[in-house]
């Protein structure tokens, strides 16, 4: 399986997992000049922005560790992109799905949008 398969079934379990969890999925694969957004979902009150990882297994420090601080300002630009497109003032959060080999995993409110 190529990269980009492995990617786009990641992002669908996610996206699948999530809804079971009541969250609503808005968009995916938002692209601004400043980065991706892998899933945008609604949770009640709160949009969420969802960076999906995947990896063969958890060595090296598994999927959720390889969000480094890089991935998180650039996920944090597109964020504020796409609030200002869509005029949401409202609550947001930064969430990861980290898939390692089979498991997967929720990390809501991961980081915030400053750190």
Do not use: Q, Y
Request: glycine share 10%; aromatic share 6%; net charge neutral.
């Amino acid at each position: 399986m190529s990269r980009a398969e492995t990617g786009r079934k990641a992002e669908e379990r996610a996206a699948s997992f999530l809804e079971a969890k009541g969250m609503t999925i808005v968009e995916r694969n938002f692209r601004a000049k400043t980065g991706e957004i892998d899933l945008v979902a609604r949770d009640g009150d709160e949009m969420v922005f969802v960076e999906v990882r995947s990896r063969a297994s958890r060595d090296f420090g598994g999927a959720a560790a390889s969000v480094d601080a890089g991935k998180r300002r650039r996920l944090v630009r597109a964020a504020r992109v796409w609030l200002a497109a869509r005029g949401w003032d409202g609550a947001c959060r930064f969430d990861v799905v980290a898939v390692d080999g089979g498991t997967l995993e929720h990390l809501p409110a991961a980081f915030e949008a400053d750190a």
